[in-house]
T-cell receptor
Framework: GDSVTQMEGPVTLSEEACLTINCTYTATGYPSLFWYVQYPGEGLQLLLK?????DKGSNKGFEATYRKETTSFHLEKGSVQVSDSAVYFC??????????????FGQGTRLTINP | DTGVSQDPRHKITKRGQNVTFRCDPISEHNRLYWYRQTLGQGPEFLTYFQNEAQLEKSRLLSDRFSAERPKGSFSTLEIQRTEQGDSAMYLCASTRLASHNEQFFGPGTRLTVL
C-alpha cells in the first residue's frame, strides 16, 4: 500500500543553519504531496503542498519539490529560526489504490533550533 | 473561516467506559476525516465522510468504534468499552471536493484511558 518514509529525528540545528528533512514515498498513480507542521501545543497545520511532478511548494521560507523520478519530496529551508522548532510530517494523498482520499503520513521529524 | 473545532480537548476515562467526541468542520467542507495519533507517530486514518455518507473505514477501526455525521455537518466518534490501548490523540480534519485533498485539522481530543 501507499507509504511515506521520513528522515528520522530528532534534528537539532543552530539558528541560520540550512535545513533538509528527507521524505520518500511509495504510491501507485499520481499522489498529491504535503508537508504539515505541528508546533508545540498546537494542531497540525498545512505548511506546503505539490500536486504534480516537478511542482515546487513553498511557504514561510520552506520549499519542497515533487520529484517523481526519485519518489521524493524533501523539505528545505536556507536559514532556520528558533520559531521553526516543531514536528514536521510528510504526507501523501490520492494514490491510485483504494482509499486514496485519506492522507498517509510519515512518522514525523522533530526539529529543534538553538539560538 | 472559524477552522475545525473539536470537543472535548481532553478526556480521561476508566477502562470499560464509553466516550464520545465531537468534530465541527469548516462550514463549506464536504469531507470530514478522523485520524488517531499516538506519541511519536504520524496520524493514522480511521474513517471519512463525504457529506453524511461514511465512505471508508480503516481496519484500525474495531467494532467498538463508531462514527456518524447525521446531517452532513458535525461528526461524532464514539468508543465503547474503552481499553488502555485506545489512549491517543484523536484528530478531525475537513476538506472541500476538488481541493487536491488539502485537509485542515482541528486541535484534537486527547484521550487517556486509566
Amino acid at each position: 500500500g501507499d507509504s511515506v518514509t521520513q528522515m528520522e529525528g530528532p534534528v537539532t540545528l543552530s539558528e541560520e543553519a540550512c535545513l533538509t528533512i528527507n521524505c520518500t514515498y511509495t504510491a501507485t498513480g499520481y499522489p498529491s504531496l504535503f508537508w504539515y507542521v505541528q508546533y508545540p501545543g498546537e494542531g497540525l497545520q498545512l505548511l506546503l503542498k505539490a500536486t504534480k511532478a516537478d511542482d515546487k511548494g513553498s511557504n514561510k521560507g520552506f520549499e519542497a519539490t515533487y520529484r517523481k523520478e526519485t519518489t521524493s519530496f524533501h523539505l528545505e529551508k536556507g536559514s532556520v529560526q528558533v520559531s521553526d522548532s516543531a514536528v514536521y510530517f510528510c504526507a501523501l494523498s490520492g494514490g491510485a489504490e483504494q482509499g486514496a482520499q485519506k492522507l498517509v503520513f510519515g512518522q514525523g521529524t522533530r526539529l529543534t533550533i538553538n539560538p | 473561516d472559524t477552522g475545525v473545532s473539536q470537543d472535548p480537548r481532553h478526556k480521561i476515562t476508566k477502562r470499560g467506559q464509553n466516550v464520545t467526541f465531537r468534530c465541527d468542520p469548516i462550514s463549506e467542507h464536504n469531507r470530514l476525516y478522523w485520524y488517531r495519533q499516538t506519541l511519536g507517530q504520524g496520524p493514522e486514518f480511521l474513517t471519512y465522510f463525504q457529506n453524511e455518507a461514511q465512505l471508508e473505514k480503516s481496519r484500525l477501526l474495531s467494532d467498538r468504534f463508531s462514527a456518524e455525521r447525521p446531517k452532513g455537518s458535525f461528526s461524532t466518534l464514539e468508543i465503547q468499552r474503552t481499553e488502555q490501548g485506545d489512549s491517543a490523540m484523536y484528530l478531525c480534519a475537513s476538506t472541500r471536493l476538488a481541493s487536491h485533498n488539502e485537509q485542515f485539522f482541528g486541535p484534537g481530543t486527547r484521550l487517556t484511558v486509566l
